[in-house]
């Protein structure tokens, strides 16, 4: 069966700064979190990092070539802080904003629209040293940078998305502490969730202010929570791991307020960051889309000896190299329920994408593994959108292999085969293919 997308449907692939330019230490660009946090032995496998990465920062002539050719409409990547403002707050690098500004007009000349997103995970060093998410003072920083942004790309820029997954930002760097800055602590976990969804509203704030001529939103990453049995616990367990992966950020940025299940689920043992009056206000502005991150499912069962007295169960069926459950249907029930729940908003999928071993043969890569698991969620993105979805574009995770956190680049999502050592690009089967589908507009 065909499935036909929308004719003005933006096909695209999504990258971030820190994962694919390297250029680290390279025309006045200041540290970030996961500069020192990549550079402390044990935080990343075979402790690498990102000085090199993907060479993208002298590359990306090259890698929007090759964007041109798989004939992408759209191409989400990130800015990074540190490398237009150094120390966060103040002085802009020019060398830096220059980058960017040569990197946009680029994707322009070859009829690409960008699609940008402020933060992605990596904030100046100079910022934590002051307490960075969970300082209250961030979030005014964030609006500086935001704002200095605007103003420097907002003509050229359509499309803008202030943060990427701030529950990763929240609660893989301050409670679970194996992303930058590495913390610990579920207190401060809330509270960097707090000023992050506020530095989101003030940065929304302040486009609307500049009255530029584009969209806002903001990315998240969204895990649809099934129940293993209808039993009470079990439906029990399902909502509250809907709540810690989902409602506690939609909630706020849709609704304006925190879910009340898990305020008192969260305040048993941890501290409800202190809302000031105009927070909540602020951190539900509104916004022109939702950018979605899908990866797979959570299927849970109720386990009183298990955090907030949920177990995470591993079915039977096909995993990816990340451990990750390969679940189509989960896209498709996941943006019916953010209509039925939130709203009749627009919606990208800013994020989707495996990770699987990849054999370079010959300098050819059958990453068929790879091609059917993005075929199997383009076919239910499409029936989404045939039940009413305003589905308006897919951005693939990733357009090429990058450093990915702290598996450093033992695990491989690109479409675009990298060879580390050379920097060579090699086009992988589901490159080849992802074209076609572009070409046509359809899934076969
Ligand atoms: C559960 O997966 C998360 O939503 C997620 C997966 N991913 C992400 N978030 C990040 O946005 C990317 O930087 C990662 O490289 C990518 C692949 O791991």
Not at 76 to 101: A, E, L
Not at 232 to 249: K, M, V, Y
Not at 376 to 387: G, Q, S, V, Y
Not at 424 to 436: C, F, G, H, I, V
């Amino acid at each position: 069966m065909v499935h036909k997308f929308p004719d003005d449907f933006v096909w695209g692939t999504a990258t971030a700064a820190y994962q694919i330019e390297g250029a680290a230490n390279e025309d006045g660009r200041g540290e970030s979190i996961w500069d020192r946090f990549s550079h402390i032995p044990g935080n990343v496998w075979n402790n690498q990092n990102g000085d090199v990465a993907c060479d993208h920062y002298h590359r990306y002539k090259e890698d929007v070539q090759i964007l041109k050719e798989m004939g992408v409409k759209g191409y989400r990547f990130s800015i990074s802080w540190p490398r237009v403002i150094p120390d966060g707050t103040g002085k802009i690098n020019q060398k830096g904003v220059d980058f960017y500004n040569n990197l946009i007009d680029e994707l322009l000349r070859q009829g690409i629209q960008p699609f940008v997103t402020l933060y992605h995970w990596d904030l100046p060093q100079a910022l934590q040293d002051r307490g960075g998410w969970t300082n209250r003072d961030t979030t005014d920083y964030f609006a500086e940078y935001a704002q200095q942004m605007f103003k420097q790309y907002g003509d050229r820029v359509k499309h803008w998305i202030t943060h990427n997954e701030p529950w990763c930002t929240s609660f893989l760097g301050h409670a679970i502490g194996v992303h930058a800055p590495g913390l610990k602590d579920f207190s401060a976990a809330l509270l960097a969730a707090h000023n992050v969804l506020l530095s989101h509203g003030k940065a929304v704030e302040v486009f609307r202010q500049m009255g530029l001529d584009g969209k806002i939103g903001i990315t998240l990453n969204l895990t649809p929570s099934y129940p293993a049995s209808n039993s009470a616990d079990d439906l029990q367990a399902a909502t509250i791991s809907d709540g810690f992966s989902n409602r506690w950020f939609l909630d706020p940025v849709f609704k304006g307020q925190y879910p009340d299940d898990m305020v008192k689920v969260f305040g048993t043992f941890a501290k409800i960051p202190e809302i000031q009056e105009s927070d909540m206000k602020l951190i539900s502005s509104n916004i022109d889309f939702l950018g979605i991150n899908y990866y797979s499912r959570s299927l849970v069962k109720h386990n009183p000896d298990a955090q907030f007295g949920v177990e995470t169960l591993k079915p039977e069926g096909q995993y990816t190299d990340m451990d990750w459950e390969v679940y189509p249907q989960g896209l498709y029930d996941l943006l019916l329920r953010i209509k039925k729940d939130y709203g009749d908003i627009d919606l990208y999928i800013t994020e989707n994408g495996a990770a699987f071993k990849d054999v370079v043969e010959n300098d050819q890569i059958d990453d068929i593994d790879r091609l059917n698991y993005l075929k199997k969620h383009f076919e239910k993105a499409a029936e989404a959108i045939r039940d009413g979805v305003k589905l308006k574009g897919y951005f693939v995770w990733s357009l090429m292999d990058n450093f990915e956190w702290a598996f450093g680049y033992s695990k491989r999502f690109g479409l675009i085969y990298v060879d580390y050592e050379t920097q060579r690009r090699l086009w992988k089967k589901s490159a080849r293919w992802y074209k076609d589908v572009i070409a046509n507009n359809s899934v076969d």
